[in-house]
T-cell receptor, first 113, second 114 residues
Framework: AQSVTQLGSHVSVSEGALVLLRCNYS??????LFWYVQYPNQGLQLLLK??????LVKGINGFEAEFKKSETSFHLTKPSAHMSDAAEYFC???????????FGTGTSLTVIP | DAGVIQSPRHEVTEMGQEVTLRCKPI?????LFWYRQTMMRGLELLIY????????DSGMPEDRFSAKMPNASFSTLKIQPSEPRDSAVYFC????????????FGPGTRLTVL
């Protein structure tokens, strides 16, 4: 069975501070991992993804995530938060052999000026 | 590229009425997905198509829900009759064979059933 757990449904950071959004997965086979961002009243936008190769993945808007197999984690980070980063962030997993996504419950990021 | 197009963006209807949501995937994409997003249940996959053929509809909540994909550029999700608990945002997403692990989402349809 596959699942994704996002720790913390709400995260608040100060502008300029480090952003850390946590994601752990469980999968019986190696998965592909994704982070999507959803701005208010909009659809989901792909931030970054890990499929194979380098475990540190860089995405758009300065975000990056590191795949750690030993910890079954794929945490999302950004060194310095910007007001425009305020949004809902979803971690997702997909099996290499399939195309069905399993989404986490989402983490709402608030950036405090 | 116009991206995934969904219509309408907002729909308000009364309980018992039929609702039809529409989706146009990105041109050239051969997989299409319907999701529902609610506060209580988050994002749920309802059904997905590959080359216009429904592959997995196990996420469709009830017989009141049905989806079709008559051609590669159009899909519908129908709820008949609608109920207040169907109120949610419905997303359509598509992907291509060349990049099958990445889904591109539409802006969603916000459905309110009174």
């Amino acid at each position: 069975a596959q699942s994704v757990t996002q720790l913390g449904s709400h995260v608040s950071v100060s502008e300029g501070a480090l952003v850390l959004l946590r994601c752990n997965y469980s999968s019986s086979v190696p998965p592909y991992l994704f982070w999507y961002v959803q701005y208010p009243n909009q659809g989901l936008q792909l931030l970054l993804k890990y499929t194979t190769g380098a475990t540190l993945v860089k995405g758009i808007n300065g975000f990056e995530a590191e795949f750690k197999k030993s910890e079954t984690s794929f945490h999302l980070t950004k060194p310095s938060a910007h007001m425009s980063d305020a949004a809902e962030y979803f971690c997702a997993v997909i099996l290499i052999s399939g195309n069905q996504f399993y989404f986490g419950t989402g983490t709402s990021l608030t950036v405090i000026p | 590229d116009a991206g995934v197009i969904q219509s309408p963006r907002h729909e308000v209807t009364e309980m018992g009425q039929e609702v039809t949501l529409r989706c146009k995937p990105i041109s050239g994409h051969n997989s299409l997905f319907w999701y529902r997003q609610t506060m209580m249940r988050g994002l749920e996959l309802l059904i997905y198509f590959n080359n216009n053929v429904p592959i997995d509809d196990s996420g469709m909540p009830e017989d009141r829900f049905s989806a079709k994909m008559p051609n590669a550029s159009f899909s519908t999700l129908k709820i008949q009759p609608s109920e207040p608990r169907d109120s949610a945002v419905y997303f359509c997403a598509s992907s291509s064979t060349q990049d099958s692990d990445t889904q591109y989402f539409g802006p969603g349809t916000r459905l309110t059933v009174l």
